[in-house]
């Protein structure tokens, strides 16, 4: 037993000093040159950078406008805000829900949050309407829960609404 004990450590030990001077014979891999643009870094904090995927709110359109979805966010201005009494957003839910049954909601700021309802539509169940009472938002931004019915370990659905 010890015999064959001895005989795979110096099996082993061989194997390692063999896999050992292969791998130092061959000697550090050279690097692979980096093409650099003509471009400076300069030129590149100053080109404008793209704005996040937004939706903007259209006063004239409301919620006739396309639906906004999932982890996407809702530009509002101010201006439009003010003029308006309820802001009514169409929200993309991804999977359809019965149609014209409620799911509860709720919006999230700094300090504050505002328990809503979303309505599903009844030609559309993937789509449900929150409304928010315009003097609830100021210029910030507003995280948008939407549990939805989906079976998963978390139903929920996330929007974003920026007012600026």
């Known amino acids: 037993m010890s015999r064959r004990v001895a005989i795979v450590v110096v099996a082993g030990a061989l194997t390692t000093l063999l896999l050992a001077l292969v791998l130092t014979s061959r000697g550090p891999a050279e690097p692979e040159p980096i093409e650099i643009p003509d471009e400076t870094l300069a030129e590149r ?22 639906p906004l979805a999932a982890g996407k966010t809702l530009l509002v201005s101010l201006e439009s805000l003010r003029s308006i009494g309820t802001l009514v957003v169409p929200l993309r839910l991804g999977q359809p829900e019965i149609p014209g049954s409620t799911l509860e909601g709720r919006i999230l700021t700094e300090g504050r949050v505002l328990e809503l309802s979303a309505a599903v539509g009844d030609e559309s169940t993937d789509v449900a309407q929150i409304e928010v009472a315009s003097d609830f938002l100021t210029p910030g931004r507003y995280i948008v829960e939407i549990k939805t019915s989906e079976r998963s370990h978390f139903p929920m659905r996330r929007y974003a609404i920026e007012v600026r």
């Open 45 to 66: 904090s100053a080109a404008p950078r793209p704005e996040p995927d937004l939706a903007r709110y259209d006063p004239e359109v409301g919620s006739e406008s396309d």
